[in-house]
């Protein structure tokens, strides 16, 4: 199954917790309410035994030997046990029928003694009310599990009967006694109706149970869903972030509860990440400086990574090459870290004024500046005399301190050129190859001959707006 959304986490959560509880449930459920039909069941038959044995003892035994005719039915003592019957089988509610009878003669024939009004002759053959004396007849499995019970040495018994038709009955059987003697006894037979009744009333007991526990099962997912798939959320959101280049935040372990060793492990792998990353932004950025970006750019439009050696582009562009006069001479006055600070300083002052009129510089060769101006020729004008600006400013500083000030030589040329990649596939470097690059340089050499003064300078920027 494919989790789309954090609900349907939550809910694929739920299902599979519903359904093994559930299963559970329905396992426990069945083994319960088979143990408890055969509770319920065997608690019955032991009441029914112990109505039997009730009224076994409440018959007087020298009454009980006379009540063997039909003419029997007629004594008041035969009317007596009867009605003790009725009553038996109202405090029962009629579940059972209550009737005694006599041990076999030598026929073997089991005969009826006690007979309640009530009875209805569904055992005998004859569709007639039994009367006292009469043949017991019943199915055999009937008559031998009385034969059985009389050769035990229990007082009482419960017997289930399989039917001829297939029904079960079940019977319980009493001694009544004299002496030790067993001179009859009180069969209560028990209706089919009563255990059903039972075990429909157990089923459905059952069942509200079950239908209850699921109820609480499914709070109990839901609550436990939420406390299981809420820190699993959490964990989605930050990834979520974390795709999103978003590091500056940290995991509450408050939300986690009993996963917040999670929480714990993410949080020092999110520290790591933050460290890594921001360890290769700083290299990035170093890097950065030593490439030119934005000559880059107009090699490869897609970026970088989709730069390979000897891609290349013909443009027009302004070129401009620039060097500090006299630095052999500056140079050999001063130790290299002083020579290093020296041309530094002077970057520092003309190439962000080559950047702000959108030229790049392409290469430093020493005191000498090679600088590309790929939108307009006008921009390499107007940068060359700000730098002139600049650096009369600075000098300005330098006259004050009694230290030598820094003059510069200028070409500037336009012209169509080739810019691409050389260099082989470990290193490559961006340069620029045509007869304009060649013909600046020698503008900056020829400068040299040249003097130029502040006059020169200020009749160079009149008219220019940036000045």
Not at 144 to 151: E, P, R, T
Request: a positive charge; aromatic letters at 10%.
């Amino acid at each position: 199954m494919v989790l789309t959304s954090e609900r349907h986490f939550r809910s694929h959560v739920i299902l599979w917790f519903l359904l093994v509880a559930g299963l559970i449930l329905a396992i426990t459920g069945i083994s319960i309410y088979s143990s408890a039909e055969g509770y319920l069941v065997e608690r019955f038959l032991h009441q029914q035994r112990m109505l039997a044995q009730t009224t076994a003892s409440f018959i007087e035994i020298d009454q009980f030997k006379h009540l063997n005719s039909k003419s029997a039915m007629q004594r008041a003592d035969y009317k007596k046990y009867e009605r003790a019957f009725i009553q038996a089988m109202k405090a029962d509610r009629f579940a059972s029928f209550v009737f005694s009878l006599h041990m076999p003669l030598d026929d073997g024939h089991y005969r009826f003694a006690v007979v309640p009004d009530i009875r209805k002759a569904t055992n005998l053959e004859s569709s007639q009310r039994a009367y006292s004396g009469q043949v017991f007849t019943a199915e055999e499995a009937f008559i031998f599990q009385l034969n059985l019970f009389l050769v035990q040495k229990t007082d009482s018994a419960s017997f289930e009967i399989t039917k001829s038709n297939g029904g079960v009955q079940f019977i319980s059987v009493a001694r009544i006694l004299d002496g030790l003697k067993t001179d009859g006894l009180v069969v209560v037979e028990i209706s089919n109706r009563q255990i059903a009744a039972l075990k429909t009333n157990l089923l459905k007991s059952t069942l509200r149970t079950i239908g209850l526990l699921f109820v609480f099962l499914l709070a109990a997912s839901v609550f436990f869903a939420r406390k299981i798939t809420g820190p699993f959320e959490k964990l989605t959101d930050a990834i979520e972030r974390l795709i999103k280049n978003d590091f500056n935040f940290n995991l509450s372990l408050a939300d986690f509860g009993g996963f917040i060793y999670l929480a714990k492990q993410f949080n020092l792998m999110l520290l790591k990440l933050q460290v890594s990353r921001n360890e290769l932004v700083r290299t990035n950025k170093a890097y950065s400086r030593f490439v030119p970006h934005q000559l880059l750019k107009l090699i490869s439009p897609n970026g970088i990574k989709s730069t390979e050696l000897g891609d290349c582009i013909e443009k027009e562009m302004a070129i401009m090459f620039c060097d500090i006069r006299g630095f052999t001479r500056i140079s050999e006055s001063m130790p290299p870290q002083e020579n290093f600070k020296f041309i530094s300083r002077y970057l520092q002052i003309v190439v962000p004024v080559i950047n702000k009129f959108g030229g790049t510089v392409d290469k430093y060769m020493g005191d000498g500046i090679m600088a590309l101006f790929p939108n307009s020729p006008d921009n390499a004008l107007y940068a060359a005399v700000g730098m002139m600006a600049a650096l009369e400013k600075y000098n300005r500083t330098l006259r004050a301190k009694n230290l030598p000030i820094v003059e510069i030589g200028l070409g500037l040329h336009m012209g169509k050129m080739m810019l691409g990649t050389v260099g082989t596939t470990s290193r490559m470097d961006v340069t620029v190859v045509s007869d304009t690059v060649n013909a600046c340089r020698k503008n900056r050499i020829a400068n040299k001959n040249l003097s130029c003064t502040h006059f020169n300078f200020r009749r160079a920027t009149h008219g220019l707006r940036y000045f």
